[in-house]
């Protein structure tokens, strides 16, 4: 029996799920330069938060340096991996407020 995956794992598999849909489209498209920046970093081996950023950024470099190449669908899905690893990478902060005044009877 499989065990639920935590939340972590869960939006991994989703870009890695991403990943895989970019590759088959840019494959039946032979859109190689693509297809060399998503393979420079994907299959990730490990998805160790180096990992994550690493993909991140060579994503962000092909949407900022090629846009010109790719459609609204891979623009969107490109979009979606950097927000997703964001969520996994970007430190998380709490911020607690404090209440001032009285309390009404």
Do not use: K
């Not at 995956?5 to 939006?11: D, G, H, Q, T």
């Amino acid at each position: 029996m499989m065990g639920y995956l935590s939340e972590r794992e869960n939006v991994v598999e989703q870009i890695d799920s991403i990943c895989l849909r970019l590759f088959d489209s840019w494959c039946e498209a032979r859109c190689v330069r693509s297809l060399a920046y998503l393979m420079h970093c994907w299959p990730m081996i490990d998805s160790t938060p180096a990992a994550l950023r690493r993909l991140g950024e060579t994503m962000r470099e092909l949407r900022r340096n090629h846009a010109e190449q790719i459609n609204e669908y891979e623009f969107r899905a490109l979009c979606e991996v950097a927000d997703l690893i964001d969520e996994l990478t970007e430190p998380r902060t709490v911020r607690l407020l404090a209440v001032v005044g009285e309390v009404a009877e």
